[in-house]
Every structure is written in C-alpha cells, then in structure tokens.
C-alpha cells in the first residue's frame, strides 16, 4: 500500500496516491484488524523515510508527548507536545508522526524568532485523526541540530475513514475563517505566552467515496500555515490529512510588548486564508 | 445508541465494561425467556382481550427464527426493547428499540436493530401477530444498531423508507459500519447483516396508508446525526422519535448539539399519548420523557461554553463537563467523553 510521507506535496499526486492507497486497503486488507494492523512496526522504514541516516535519542526528557491512551473521537485527538523549561534556547523544527496512518507525518513545524527560547515550558497543541492502534511520535530538533523523540501508544480506529463533516452541508459554509486569540500571561514579564489558531476547513482526506458519482471526494487540505510577529517568525508547518478537520493549534511564543499575530494558511487547491489577533479594548 | 464504525472503540468490549452490565442484561435475558414460555394461545387471548396495555409474545415453532420479544403499547402497535448495552456477540446487536404497526392492509416496521439475525427475529414477531404484508422498513436514522437487521425484510419487498439524507449517509459509512459492527459482534452473530440503503427518500412530509391507519413521516433538521426521521401513528398518537429520544442510554452526539436542543424545544410543544425512544422503555409518556436527555444535553452545551469562554482546552473540558450527569445514565463511561469532544468542537465557533 502506498503511503506519503512528504506533507505538503503536489496536489493532484497526493490526492491520487491516497485514491490508489484506498483502493487497495479497501480491496486487500478491508477487514484487517486494527490491532492486527498496530501490531505491525513500520517505524524503521518511516524514520529512515523521514530522517536518513541521522541519530534520534530516545525518551531523555527533551520532548515529552501527551495524548489520550484511547481516543474516544478517533477523527479528533488531540495531542500536546511539551518541551520542559530545562531545555534552553531555540528549537528548530518539530515533527508529529503516526505511524500506522496512511499519511504518518502529520505536521513538521519550523520554528522562528519570535517562537522565544525558553523561559518556561514550550507547548504545541493539535488535533489529529488516528486510523488504527498506533505509536504516535514527536521528533524535535534542537538548536545543535540534534534529534530528540518522545512516543505514545494510542487506540483508535478509523479515524481517517471517518466522514470528515458531521453535518455534512453545514460544513462549507464558512471555508476558510481563520479566528486567532493571544492570551495575555497572568504575570506580565512571563517570558511565554500562549495563543490559539482555529481554521474552518474540512480537511477532506480523499478517503470517502461519493456514493452517487462511487468516485473519490478529491482530497484537499490545509497543506501549510505560516504564524507571524510583526516581521518575526513565531513558526511554520506543513501538513497533511493525518490533521483533523477544522485544524486547531495552540502553542506558546515569546512575551513581548507587542504579540499581535498573523496567519496564513494555504490549502492543496492553492486558497489563501489569512487571520490575525484581534485588538482586544482598542 | 450508535456504535460508530468510524469511531468503534475496539477496547470497548472489555471484560471490566461488560462486568458492570451483567445484572441487567442477565435480568432481561430472564424476563425474554419468561416470554418464551407464554403460549400462543395466551397471546391471542390477550389481544382479543385489549385490556392489557404490554405483552409479550414469542412463538414456538420448530427449525423457524425464535420470535424477538415485544409490548404491544397501543392498539396494533408493537415495541421490542433493546439491551442498554454495546454491541456484543452476546446481544448479537439487540441494542435498540425496534417497532412494527399493523393495520388493515399492510404492516410497517420502524427500525430493524442490529444485525440481520436479530432483524430475522424482529420478523419472526410480526408474523406472530399477523400475516399481512410487511409493506414498508422506516430507518429513523443511520446507525448500524437501528439499520442493520433491514435484510432481513428483503423477501417482502418492501419500500424501505428514510430521511432524504440517508442514503448518502449510509453509503458514505457502510464500509466502515460493516467492518466495526462484524468485529463487535463476531462472525456468527454478523452474518447476514448488510447496508440495505433507502428506496424512498422523505424530502418533506410522507405519509405512508397500512389500511385505517396512516403513518406521518417527517424529516428533520441535524440533530441527533444529519438524518433523523421523526414518525407519528396518527390512529394511536404514538410518536416514534428514534435516537432524538433517548431513556436511561446515554444520548450520543452525532450530528449537532444546538440543532438537537432547538429541536427538542420545538419538540417539547407537540402533543403526543405516547412516545416510543430509540433507546429505552417501550413507551414514555410525553413530552415528559424528553426532560433527562434536555438536561443532559443543556448541561453538556452549557459546561463547555463555560470552559470555552475561559480559554479551556478540548482535553480539559473532556475531564471535567457535565460530571454530574453521571450517575443519571448508562454507558455514561463509553460515550460522554465522545459527547464532550464533539460539543466543543462544535460550540467552540459560537
């Protein structure tokens, strides 16, 4: 079964792969177990995919992930990856893996200046789909350019399958609505501040089928969104459908005198969305 | 209830979970042998006699399908209640309240339960009580444990009947439903089961003539999923509302918080002599059976926007929203959280 491993990839070949990648699950290993299918280590081949050659350590404290051990909304996980306040300095990228999705690089976020270099713990929350029983990995990457991984075992099932919109024609209504909040610290010189990033977007993953036209729904997704501070970077990530529908971020960046922040995001059918804090008593 | 296939919950059927409900599931499995062991003939003397509000009747014929248990809840309408369980090679999928009403042409049934064996069973009970045609299959709603047992009338060629949004529904879903619904209820108990999609779709308001009794179907707005089907027995005034009803079950959210509360504000102004739940006694007296499951839901919608309003998180607001409701329902463990999730991700746009 084909996989993809490149987030962000050509539109139409993305969407074709998982049409193929579907067709053969479906026709194959339709009726596999999903804990038959977890059970299967798919990490070597997915890591040097990912990462060549180069060393990861293991579980040393410098990337903690928390996710629910089983997912009650397997279309909706949320995971938080934290970076404890004893890591000093920057962080360059950080990467979300799941290995038994048929796209397991859920996000690979890069991080900018104004993404702060400690001072506190550094979180970054998201929501992801989950197909089958899987390691779910974060893979950071610190300032000395060495990579740091942390992993957790989650049961779910059938998460990528899942039809994307409860409400199937109430989605579309408002594609593309960006809503951005920065919340303001309790101590005012905190070195950290959180914010929170919500896209109206289905993130339709070109898994479901059209039951009158028995094609694929195309794929299309939110396949990377920039986070701006004035002229500084706060981060970047480029993602795949393994990000559920209305994707959600929540994460911390320097505390300055100014945190006004400014997003855009990108789809696969090349749609800009823009957003941005709202000045709040002005 | 509502197994999702696209969100079964493979863990969900352990030991522990079972544990917990074995009293009651064993309790009812004596009530339904109690049943057995009631002659034909009681049965018929009970129908001519009328007086007697619920009975249940199973016959005993030899090589045919055991007969599913039910309570005649009004004149010529008949309710077989489903366990307050998971789907399980036990319950073979007789997890939901399933309905038939007779008149003097043709027969309908409401709902089919969850697998095509119990549906067989749901059959063999109609043909107990009469030998008219089965002429129409209402699906409230999507649901496997609603849906699944439809084969089971493939032979009467009957219309099979659904809200307009059904079809697609189920289509997008079947692969999914089918796969989760077999690993939960095992090979033996799945085999025969299928999606038997809508033939009639209820764009508007449908009534369906069995012969001195009309049957009112009207389609609703998202709520409980994106397909719900409410239907009236217009002869006994029996509201049959599906999965927007649910009693002692905890109510799972599939479609929409806000359109299932308006609609049940909207629904709390009918009058009705009896409502039939998707899940829960065979008849409730209305509209105060909707009371639990508004405060269930008021509670769920009210705790989020509160912890979405303090900048809460969706993993907060699972541990922590409507804990009070708990000792109300049952299977409150294997849905709430799902409940919580999905209300956020929902209200949190508000």
Known sequence: MSRIFKVGGLVSDVGRRTAIAVALALGVAGMSLPAVAGDEDLWPSLRKEVFGERAIVEGDGLIVIDAPERAEDAAIVPITMRVPPSVKGALKSLTLIIDQNPAPVAAAFTFGPAAGDGGGERRMTTRVRIDTYSYVRAIVETSDGTLHMAKTFVKASGGCSAPAPKDIDGASSDLGKIVVKSFDPALETTPLREAQIMIRHPNINGLQMDPVTRAYTPARFVKTMTVNRGEDLVFRVETSISISSDPHYRFTYANTKNNELDVVAIDTDETEFKGETRHKGL | ?350
């Open chain 2, 1 to 350: 209830m509502e197994k999702l296939a696209d969100r079964s919950r493979l863990e969900g059927k352990g030991a522990g979970r079972r544990k917990a409900l074995a009293p009651d599931a064993e309790l009812l499995s004596r009530e339904i042998e109690a049943a057995h062991s009631l002659s034909r003939r009681t049965f018929l003397a009970a129908t001519f006699a009328l007086a007697a509000p619920v009975l249940r009747y199973v016959p005993a014929r030899a090589g045919a399908p055991s007969a599913l248990s039910v309570s005649e809840v009004a004149p010529g309408v008949f309710v077989h209640q489903g366990l307050y369980e998971e789907q399980s090679p036990q319950n073979r999928g007789d997890i939901a309240n399933a309905s038939f009403i007779v008149g003097k042409d043709a027969v309908a049934v409401i709902d089919t339960s969850g697998s095509f064996k119990v549906g067989r069973e749901l059959h063999a009970a109609i043909r107990g009580v009469t030998d008219r045609p089965i002429k129409y299959v209402i699906n409230t709603h999507m649901h496997p444990d609603h849906v699944l047992g439809n084969a089971a009338f493939k032979a009467d060629r009957p219309d099979y009947v659904g809200h307009h949004k059904l079809q697609r529904a189920l289509a997008m879903r079947a692969d999914s439903y089918l796969q989760s619904n077999k690993l939960m209820l095992g090979d033996e108990a799945f085999e025969g089961s299928e999606i038997v999609l809508p033939t009639v779709l209820v764009e508007d308001k449908l009534s369906l003539d069995l012969g001195g009794r009309s049957l009112v179907c009207e389609p609703q707005k998202t709520a409980h999923t994106d397909n719900d089907l409410i239907i009236t027995d217009t002869a006994t005034d029996t509201l049959f509302l599906g999965d927007l009803l649910f009693s002692v079950h905890i109510p799972t959210i599939d479609g929409s918080i806000k359109g299932w509360l308006s609609l049940l504000d909207e629904l709390a102004t009918r009058k009705a002599a009896r409502v039939v739940p998707g899940h829960g006694p065979p008849a409730m007296e209305f509209p105060g059976a909707l009371d639990a499951e508004r405060k269930y839901l008021s509670t769920v919608a009210s705790d989020v926007r509160k912890l979405i309003a303090d900048n809460k998180t969706m993993s907060e607001a699972a541990k922590t929203a409507a804990l009070s409701e708990r000792a109300d329902w049952k299977l409150f463990d294997t849905f709430h959280v799902r409940n919580v999730t999905t209300a956020f991700a929902e209200l949190e746009w508000d």
